[in-house]
T-cell receptor, first 113, second 121 residues
Framework: GDSVTQMEGPVTLSEEAFLTINCTYT??????LFWYVQYPGEGLQLLLKATKADDKGSNKGFEATYRKETTSFHLEKGSVQVSDSAVYFC????????????FGSGTRLSIRP | GAVVSQHPSRVICKSGTSVKIECRSLDFQATTMFWYRQFPKQSLMLMATSNEGSKATYEQGVEKDKFLINHASLTLSTLTVTSAHPEDSSFYICSARALPGLGDLGYNEQFFGPGTRLTVL
């Protein structure tokens, strides 16, 4: 079945470091891909998305490119801040109305000042 | 952005009792709400899709008589865990799907609540 695999955490970085969180997926057809972020005590928020191959999603300095050849959607940020500390979830959906979202297990990111 | 709340945020109950969890969309109407379950260090797993005014659609393997879902209004859905047992202990998360175009990223987006941690003793 369809699934999402992302790197296990926790990931701890110093402020201004470069961030990569790996995500790969298994799915038939052409899913849409997402990154969600969950800040402490809050609900998941959609961070960025890409709906077709080679699309790049970006938001708040984060980027991810839909790579169909490697079935990947790695999350990157050039210079992280303490406020980026959160849990990040990679996800996919094959439904255009996003009814059914399949999530990865989440990666906890902690940024040291 | 659109806000979804859940109540309670944390609940501890005895085995055999029933627990009700509320999910509310605070500043928008949601014709569809979703209920997820998350075990420690694991993915969110969709349990059921709840449409206002109709019966919920449950995912395979989810007992509908065990997890009762009611979506009586455009802003409220409830999940009742009936006759709870320790294996039902988990983190339950709801989301509400906004109408097209409401999300900041211009997508038919689900907005998530902060979750409810259920512990059954």
């Amino acid at each position: 079945g369809d699934s999402v695999t992302q790197m296990e955490g926790p990931v701890t970085l110093s402020e201004e470091a470069f961030l990569t969180i790996n995500c790969t997926y298994t799915a038939t057809g052409y899913p849409s891909l997402f990154w969600y972020v969950q800040y402490p005590g809050e609900g998941l928020q959609l961070l960025l998305k890409a709906t077709k191959a080679d699309d790049k999603g970006s938001n708040k300095g984060f980027e991810a490119t839909y790579r169909k050849e490697t079935t990947s959607f790695h999350l990157e940020k050039g210079s992280v801040q303490v406020s980026d500390s959160a849990v990040y979830f990679c996800a996919l959906s094959k439904d255009s109305s996003a009814s059914k979202i399949i999530f990865g297990s989440g990666t906890r990111l902690s940024i040291r000042p | 952005g659109a806000v979804v709340s859940q109540h309670p945020s944390r609940v501890i109950c005895k085995s055999g009792t029933s627990v009700k969890i509320e999910c509310r969309s605070l500043d928008f109407q949601a014709t569809t709400m979703f209920w997820y379950r998350q075990f420690p260090k694991q993915s969110l797993m969709l349990m059921a899709t709840s449409n206002e005014g109709s019966k919920a659609t449950y995912e395979q393997g989810v007992e509908k008589d065990k997890f009762l879902i009611n979506h009586a209004s455009l802003t409220l859905s409830t999940l009742t865990v009936t006759s709870a047992h320790p294996e039902d202990s988990s983190f339950y998360i709801c989301s509400a799907r906004a109408l097209p175009g409401l999300g900041d990223l211009g997508y038919n987006e689900q907005f998530f609540g902060p979750g409810t941690r259920l512990t059954v003793l």
